[in-house]
Nanobody
Framework: QVHLVESGGGLVQPGGSLRLSCAAS????????MSWYRQAPGKERELVATITSTGGSTNYADSVKGRFTISRDNAKKTVYLQMDTLKPEDTAVYYC?????WGQGTQVTVSS
C-alpha cells in the first residue's frame, strides 16, 4: 500500500526558508519519478518540481525556478523540497506525488 507523508510546512515571513519532506513507503521508491505540487485557495493544483528516480534530473515551474530545490534520498525513501526566498504567493498546501498517489499535504503560509 503506497503511503506518502509530507511534513515541514508552517508559517514563515517573506524572504524566509522552509524545507519540506515527504516520506514514502509501500513501493520501490528508487524506481520512481517524484513530484511536488501545490494548491492555493481557489486555484488549481499546480506542478512545482519533479525529480527523476536517480535524482539526476530535475524540473521546476517557472514561478519557483532559482528559489526552490527538489532532492531525494533513496536510502531514506524521502523526497525534499527546499524553499528559499519565499513569497506570499507561495502560500499553498504542498503535496508530494508518485504515479497516481498523493500525500495528505502540508500547509505553507508566507506572511508578515
Amino acid at each position: 500500500q503506497v503511503h506518502l507523508v509530507e511534513s515541514g510546512g508552517g508559517l514563515v515571513q517573506p524572504g524566509g526558508s522552509l524545507r519540506l519532506s515527504c516520506a514514502a513507503s509501500g513501493f520501490t521508491f528508487s524506481s520512481y519519478l517524484m513530484s511536488w505540487y501545490r494548491q492555493a485557495p481557489g486555484k488549481e493544483r499546480e506542478l512545482v518540481a519533479t525529480i527523476t528516480s536517480t535524482g539526476g534530473s530535475t524540473n521546476y515551474a517557472d514561478s519557483v525556478k532559482g528559489r526552490f530545490t527538489i532532492s531525494r534520498d533513496n536510502a531514506k525513501k524521502t523526497v525534499y523540497l527546499q524553499m528559499d526566498t519565499l513569497k506570499p504567493e507561495d502560500t499553498a498546501v504542498y503535496y508530494c506525488e508518485v504515479h497516481i498517489y498523493w500525500g495528505q499535504g502540508t500547509q505553507v503560509t508566507v506572511s508578515s
